[in-house]
């Protein structure tokens, strides 16, 4: 009896190790790396269409990107995979698209920490499996940091041309999105992938 319980013991840390490692058969480092791929691929397109109306509209056209366009692409992204693929923050600018939920919101604290410590923020991700009462899910958040061409609509208020403020105050009567420094903590890139 002694023997078939320390054989028992022994196959549920196994198993244990196991659902640590893998879940539904599939390794969560491939869960991951496929998590970062398409976040990669989301930052890519976002910056390209960037830096494409910055040449050609400055600023005040840059805001349509970062309005309509990214949105358009996580959704047709999250279409295309099954996941809810998002951009975060702390600081939003739209409350109705950028609003953490309290996973969303521990992780991003956490980036927080993290960047005060020196940690570089544009290598900061994290992703766990976690029970939610919808089911089981894979999440996963890239840190975003503020680069020079941001701080031409979120940072602080004379680095914002007017013609841009008067843009951003019609869009967004309750923008938070500013004041913010070169390499700053901006949010992060969402992923939310049910099991």
């Known amino acids: 009896m002694k023997r078939y319980v320390g054989v028992s013991a022994a196959l549920v840390c196994i198993v244990w190790l196991f659902v640590g490692v893998a879940y539904g058969g599939e390794p969560l480092g491939d869960r991951e790396a496929a998590a970062k791929k398409t976040v990669m691929g989301f930052m890519?397109?976002?910056?390209s269409a960037l830096k494409k109306e910055m040449a050609a509209g400055g600023p005040a056209g840059a805001v349509n990107v970062c309005s309509d366009l990214a949105p358009s692409i996580a959704g047709k992204i999250s279409r295309d995979t099954g996941w809810r693929v998002t951009r975060v923050s702390t600081k939003v600018r739209n409350p109705l698209l950028g609003m953490p939920?309290?996973?969303e919101q521990k992780v991003l604290l956490n980036f927080e920490k993290r960047a005060a410590k020196g940690e570089d923020i544009d290598k900061?991700?994290?992703?766990?499996?976690v029970s939610e009462p919808a089911g089981k899910f894979f999440r996963y958040m890239k840190a975003v940091s503020i680069k020079q061409p941001c701080l031409a609509c979120h940072g602080a208020g004379e680095q914002i041309a007017p013609s841009v403020r008067a843009i951003l105050k019609e869009r967004y009567p309750h923008d938070k999105a500013t004041g913010y420094k070169l390499g700053d903590l901006r949010g992060a890139i969402s992923i939310k992938e049910p099991l």
């Open 44 to 47: 890519q397109e976002l910056l």
């Open 124 to 129: 900061m991700s994290f992703s766990e499996v």
């Open 101 to 103: 939920d309290a996973w």
